[in-house]
């Protein structure tokens, strides 16, 4: 991304307000998709490093450049991006500390992310659609937000809603409470099934697969996503999709409250506290299994080492263990944990394939989840197979 676009992106969120603030920002890691905007104090500069990113290498690389930058600054090692009018109702007002900003993912639900340390100590987080195909998404985690921050049971894991919004350019924002630092543990533990056994047990469904909302939201958007892949593609979905709906459209099984993309960089731990953020895709009546299996997959893949077919039985008895745990033995959700796994796959192709336009098969997870269902033959489960797992071997799964 260039100054240049990126100074544009930024000069569209000040359109028609009239309240607004001179603003400027030192832009680290400037060559990459997701640049990040921060304060020429080096102390907040610093902060705001420590704050969004977490690969410790990269990190080092960015608290490097900023120090060089500022010994020899006729090197222009950093560039300096500069608005003469920003959103002051982002900004806060002259004299508040500048806030840093984080470039989200490119595509149309790109985002702003804003760090704004107040002169109180108390830090807060601002979110804002950088296209409006995004509005919906920033509103929909406000709303979860706010929801679930009214149920005593749930709100200590969530992040404060603070304020949500408009922005007069048509442009949706929501400002948070930032979580206190943390660890992000790539371990499924106690803590984590805790969590998703309190997500569980909000509104709990229980209805023919066939007419879950789960499934008619696969459906639909099966129909959005064929039509923008080629041919051969389109015959696997579909007939893995048959195969789900031969054996389990007509089973009762429990739907739950999914946060979506339950996954270690959206979890915080907190001396054994437990904070998930990023609510933008959560929505009710889902997979049982889905957000489960999302933490244990989407990782490995996105960190170059992906479960192939080989490993996914010893998942997916891990997966019948947490079922029974959460759901009961009497749920039906273990035995049918096989063909909810493939609904997870292909709810996962179909949202890349609406969301960028085309399926891209060389992308990290489509490659993967598109292998897994190729090979479904060599780890799918048996008819009743997970029922013949012992109870015991299940325990120790989880």
Not at 68 to 77: E, W, Y
């Amino acid at each position: 991304m260039s100054l240049a676009q990126l100074r544009h992106q930024l000069e569209t969120l000040a359109d028609a307000e009239s309240n607004s603030r001179r603003m400027a920002w030192k832009v680290v890691y400037a060559r990459r998709n997701q640049p990040l905007l921060v304060a020429p104090d080096p102390q907040a500069a610093r902060q705001a490093i420590g704050f969004f990113i977490r690969n410790p290498l990269l990190r080092l690389w960015g608290q490097g450049s900023l120090l060089l930058d500022r010994i020899l600054p006729q090197l222009g090692l950093l560039p300096t991006l500069r608005l003469n009018e920003f959103p002051a109702s982002l900004a806060g007002k002259d004299g508040s500390p500048c806030p840093a900003m984080y470039i989200g993912f490119p595509g149309p639900l790109q985002k702003l992310t804003m760090y704004c340390p107040d002169h109180d100590g108390q830090h807060k987080v601002t979110k804002v659609a950088l296209e409006k195909s995004a509005n919906h998404a920033v509103a929909r985690e406000a709303h979860w937000l706010g929801t679930l921050g009214q149920l005593p049971e749930i709100a200590p894991f969530l992040p404060r809603l603070l304020s949500e919004g408009t922005l007069a350019c048509g442009r949706s924002f929501l400002s948070m409470q930032a979580l206190p630092k943390g660890a992000s543990s790539h371990r499924f533990d106690r803590a984590h099934r805790h969590f998703l056994r309190l997500l569980a047990a909000y509104r709990p469904e229980l209805t023919p697969w066939g007419h879950s909302g789960a499934h008619l939201r696969l459906r639909e958007r099966m129909q959005q996503a064929l039509p923008l892949m080629d041919t051969q593609y389109q015959e696997l979905l579909q007939k893995v999709l048959e195969e789900v709906e031969r054996e389990i459209s007509a089973q009762r099984l429990p739907t739950c409250l999914l946060h979506s993309d339950f996954a270690p960089w959206n979890v915080r731990l907190v001396e054994q506290h437990l904070y998930v953020f990023d609510w933008e895709y959560a929505e009710e009546s889902g997979n049982p299994i889905q957000d489960f299996l999302h933490f244990h997959l989407i990782q490995r893949v996105l960190r170059r080492w992906p479960m192939g077919a080989s490993g996914m039985p010893t998942l997916l008895t891990e997966v019948a263990a947490y079922a029974r745990a959460v759901y009961g033995d009497d749920s039906g959700v273990a035995e049918a944990c096989g063909p909810l796994a493939l609904h997870y796959l292909l709810d996962t192709l179909t949202f890349y394939t609406t969301v960028s336009g085309y399926l891209a098969p060389r992308h990290p997870v489509v490659h993967a989840y598109l292998d897994l269902l190729r090979k479904r033959a060599e780890w799918m489960p048996q008819s009743r197979f997970m029922e013949a797992i012992p109870h015991a071997q299940q325990q120790r799964a989880i």
